[in-house]
T-cell receptor, first 110, second 112 residues
Framework: SQQGEEDPQALSIQEGENATMNCSYKTSINNLQWYRQNSGRGLVHLILIRSNEREKHSGRLRVTLDTSKKSSSLLITASRAADTASYFC??????????FGTGTRLLVSP | DGGITQSPKYLFRKEGQNVTLSCEQNLNHDAMYWYRQDPGQGLRLIYYSQIVNDFQKGDIAEGYSVSREKKESFPLTVTSAQKNPTAFYLCASAPGFDYGYTFGSGTRLTVV
C-alpha cells in the first residue's frame, strides 16, 4: 500500500532559495515523518509531527500538517547544494509500521 | 557509536540461489524493519518485527523470509521464489511506536 504521495516529483532551485515539498495521504494517522535520502544511501530521519500538531521546526526545516486535508508540507529555507537529495514523507498505518511515499527529488544548484 | 549496520554493501545472486542480507543494530531498539527500494521509487515494506521471536509480513513478503532470534539482529533471506530480486534493500530500527526510524546504509542486490 502506498499511503503518501509527494508533490512535485522533482524540484530544481538555486542556492539560497526556499524549497517546498508537499505530501498527501489517504487514511487517518498518528504521526507523519519526513526523511532525506542521498543518492545510493540509507534514509535519514528529519522530523516527526504528530496528528495533534500543526507546525514543527527544526533548524532550516519547517513542517506543517493539515489533518482535515490529509496533507503535509516540508519547507527548507535558504537551500544549500548539500540539501540535494530525495525527500520522502512517511505515515504510520495501522500502528507499528511506516508507509513511505514515492519521494521528491530536490536539486540545489550553486 | 550506536547505529545499524547492513552487510554486504553489494551482493550478486545467481538464478535459483538463496542469499541472506545481514542487519545488526546496537541501539537497543525493539522494532526492526526491512524495505525494498526500486530505482526512482519509494520504499515498500517486506517484513517487520516488534519483538524477539516475532515478525509480521509486510506488503511484499512473497519470496522473502526473516528471523528474529536476537534483539540486535534481523537477517533477510531472498529465496529463489523471489522472481525479481534486483533492488536496493534497506533495514531500519526504532525504539517503538511513534518514533523515527534509524536506517542502515543499504545492500544493493543484483541478479547475474
Amino acid at each position: 500500500s502506498q499511503q503518501g504521495e509527494e508533490d512535485p516529483q522533482a524540484l530544481s532551485i538555486q542556492e539560497g532559495e526556499n524549497a517546498t515539498m508537499n505530501c498527501s495521504y489517504k487514511t487517518s494517522i498518528n504521526n507523519l515523518q519526513w526523511y532525506r535520502q542521498n543518492s545510493g544511501r540509507g534514509l535519514v530521519h528529519l522530523i516527526l509531527i504528530r496528528s495533534n500538531e500543526r507546525e514543527k521546526h527544526s533548524g532550516r526545516l519547517r513542517v506543517t500538517l493539515d489533518t482535515s486535508k490529509k496533507s503535509s508540507s516540508l519547507l527548507i529555507t535558504a537551500s544549500r547544494a548539500a540539501d540535494t537529495a530525495s525527500y520522502f514523507c512517511a505515515t504510520d498505518e495501522g500502528f507499528q509500521k511506516l508507509v513511505f511515499g514515492t519521494g521528491t527529488r530536490l536539486l540545489v544548484s550553486p | 557509536d550506536g547505529g545499524i549496520t547492513q552487510s554486504p554493501k553489494y551482493l550478486f545472486r545467481k538464478e535459483g540461489q538463496n542469499v541472506t542480507l545481514s542487519c545488526e543494530q546496537n541501539l537497543n531498539h525493539d522494532a526492526m524493519y526491512w524495505y525494498r527500494q526500486d530505482p526512482g521509487q519509494g520504499l515498500r515494506l517486506i517484513y517487520y518485527s516488534q519483538i524477539v521471536n516475532d515478525f509480521q509480513k509486510g506488503d511484499i513478503a512473497e519470496g522473502y523470509s526473516v528471523s528474529r532470534e536476537k534483539k540486535e539482529s534481523f537477517p533477510l533471506t531472498v529465496t529463489s521464489a523471489q522472481k525479481n530480486p534486483t533492488a536496493f534493500y534497506l533495514c531500519a530500527s526504532a525504539p517503538g511506536f511513534d518514533y523515527g526510524y534509524t536506517f542502515g546504509s543499504g545492500t544493493r542486490l543484483t541478479v547475474v
